[in-house]
């Protein structure tokens, strides 16, 4: 995959050397166009020495405009409200926006990541609205200090990934739970467990990458869910419960990452002394993932089932129970006491269960995503 990363004159200019790093490393080769007010902030040579490609910024004989003006992506980043009030009008009056509009005329894909002034952001509203009905990406930038800033790089990654990707989730709703639920024993002490909810997170974003509208419902994570997600935040066993239930219907996949606690605490409204010994009774919390079909029979429903120090086949025996209870449609288990596999590791080692096992050696767990959602895909759309 090839790009084009178009960077303006604003101060943000000075994140594109990272971005277009990041772009490297998820395997796209990245060719930039750079406008006068971007090369007064930063040195053509930073970026072509982060790209590895001759940086223009200037239009020659060579028509570069026309040459790179079909290429898998154009991401505009930093997108002033020069280049977006322009682009707007289709006024090819410097590289960039000629490279733009040139490119709007074969139908190329195009990202903005806009970076300016609050006030300025609002002022040009009216033209960022004309360029979305025309098919136009833009990546809400952080809204803080009174300014419209930059995006985070994950951010504008994973919407680059989406916009060249196959699209194979695209109109699907995705629902991922994640994270490990917080059970109260009294207004300052709970149980939880040692879920990170990065499995959780990877799964969102891998769908997000294959074009899913792409919903959270989070317990305590130890990561942060990227702004193009939505997220709804919970705490108990019941809260996730309650926040799954209201939009189940409305979901065509359903993976259920998060791992829940399986019992709760009666609750004390003050707080217990520490003085005395203290005797907890605890009481099961509902399996949320065996309610799902009740709710919508059509869903696909991935479950998880967690293990620890278990022979091959005490896995699969739970988890094939797991699976027969729930009526999921593809089960992911792992023992957590495998090395280099544990709770907060950024690796896993999964085997995959529905009408065949497949076992997936000690991966990243964004290799894992890959290929559990290719297996959702697959068996998905039989």
């Given at each position: ?19 277009a790093r990041e772009l490297k490393r998820k395997g796209f080769r990245v060719k930039c166009f750079m406008s006068d007010g971007a090369c007064d902030i930063i040195s053509p040579y930073a970026l072509e020495f ?333």
């Open positions: 995959m090839k790009i084009v990363l178009c960077v303006t004159g604003s101060v943000a200019a000075v994140e594109t050397v990272k971005l982060a790209t590895g490609e001759d940086v223009v910024t200037k239009l020659t004989g060579k028509i570069e405009h026309v040459k790179f003006a079909h290429e898998d992506l154009i991401l505009v980043a930093p997108a002033t409200a020069n280049v977006i009030s322009k682009f707007a009008y289709k006024i090819a009056d410097n590289p960039i926006n000629t490279l733009l509009v040139t490119a709007s005329g074969y139908g190329t894909p195009i990202i903005f990541a806009p970076s300016m002034h609050q006030s300025m952001y609002q002022a040009v509203d009216e033209n960022i609205q004309k360029l979305k009905n025309e098919g136009v990406i833009f990546i809400d930038p952080h809204d803080e200090e009174n300014k419209a800033k930059f995006p985070s790089i994950e951010n504008i990654i994973l919407q680059v990934q989406k916009a060249t990707s196959n699209g194979e989730l695209t109109d699907k709703n995705v629902l991922v739970s994640a994270g490990g639920t917080y059970e109260d024993i009294d207004p300052i002490r709970g149980i939880t467990n040692r879920s990170s909810g990065k499995m959780g997170l990877e799964l969102a974003k891998e769908a997000f990458r294959r074009g899913a509208d792409v919903t959270m419902v989070t317990a305590r994570m130890d990561v942060d869910v990227p702004p193009v997600i939505n997220q709804i935040k919970v705490e108990s066993t019941h809260q996730m419960q309650s926040e799954i239930e209201k939009i189940l219907e409305e979901q065509d996949i359903f993976i259920a990452a998060a791992a829940v606690s399986d019992f709760a605490v009666e609750k004390k409204e003050s707080k217990i002394s520490s003085k005395n010994e203290l005797i907890l009774k605890l009481k099961p919390t509902p399996k949320i993932i065996n309610q799902v079909k009740k709710h919508n029979p059509n869903l696909f429903l991935v479950g998880f089932k967690a293990e620890y120090s278990v022979s091959n086949d005490q896995l699969l025996d739970s988890t094939r129970k797991r699976m027969h209870e729930s009526g999921a449609d593809l089960m992911v288990a792992n023992d957590v006491a495998t090395e280099g596999a544990s709770f907060g590791s950024d690796q896993n080692q999964v085997v995959l269960v529905d009408d065949q096992v497949l076992e997936v050696p000690l991966s990243t767990k964004e290799e894992i995503s890959a290929v559990i959602m290719d297996r959702i895909v697959e068996k998905s759309f039989e």
